[in-house]
């Protein structure tokens, strides 16, 4: 079944220790979107790639960057985390040929705890 | 900037009852789309509205938005407690994404 792949399902870092958390999808779908979200809260948009073009919410911290090698594959890199940054993490992707957005489509979730 | 509310933002309600939620945005668009989340878990596709008037129905679910009054519903008919979750709005102006405050729903026996 096409989907959307998210690895590892829970991470545990150290304060200020770099992680990778990685997406892919079988959809061959050109936009892919990463977003956080807290408890109780609404999944807030990190940033997303329009087939290669990178896009970055005006709010997103610089601790985080992102990579997408190919359309299959996006990465969430978090250079230094904080206890602020403890989070589900969600992956998701879209096709669209009017706009920017579109129907999205969502991977499981990586729960971040940063200890 | 863009504002999606949801009302209310906690909803308690027997099983058998029928009730709506809410979801009012701030400006033109008409694409909105509807998720649920279950607690610790990602979001799960419910419905897709694509046009003024657009009417949607799953089981004991029916969405409906209305571009004019940049209001969609998300009717519950008959509730029961499987339909437990938190429902999320999103609306799509074509070039931003927002979703809503979310509503978290607990249904009662």
């Known amino acids: 079944d096409a989907m959307v792949i998210q690895n590892p399902r829970y991470q545990v870092t150290q304060f200020g220790k770099p992680v990778t958390l990685s997406c892919s999808q079988t959809?061959?779908?050109?936009?892919m979107y990463w977003y956080q979200q807290k408890s109780s809260q609404a999944p807030k948009l990190l940033f997303h790639y329009y087939d290669k073009d990178f896009n970055n919410e005006a709010d997103t911290p610089d601790n985080f960057q992102s990579r997408r090698p190919n359309t299959s594959f996006c990465f969430l890199d978090i250079r230094s985390p904080g206890l602020g940054d403890a989070a589900m993490y969600l992956c998701a992707t879209s096709r669209d040929t009017r706009g920017l957005t579109g129907e999205q489509y969502f991977g499981p979730g990586t729960r971040l705890t940063v200890t | 900037e863009l504002k999606v509310e949801q009302n209310p933002l906690f909803l308690s309600m027997q099983e058998g009852k029928n009730y709506t939620i809410y979801c009012n945005y701030s400006t033109t668009s008409d694409r909105l789309y509807w998720y649920r989340q279950d607690p610790g878990k990602s979001l799960e596709s419910l419905f897709v509205?694509?046009?003024?008037?657009a009417v949607k129905q799953e089981g004991r679910l029916m969405a409906s938005l209305d571009t004019k009054a940049r209001l969609s519903t998300l009717h519950i008919t008959a509730a029961v407690h499987d339909l437990s979750a938190t429902y999320f709005c999103?609306?799509?102006?074509?070039?931003?994404?927002?979703f809503g405050t979310g509503t978290s729903l607990t249904v009662i026996p």
């Open positions: 959809l061959n779908h050109n936009v």
């Open positions: 999103a609306v799509d102006t074509g070039n931003q994404f927002y």
């Open positions: 509205l694509l046009s003024n008037g």
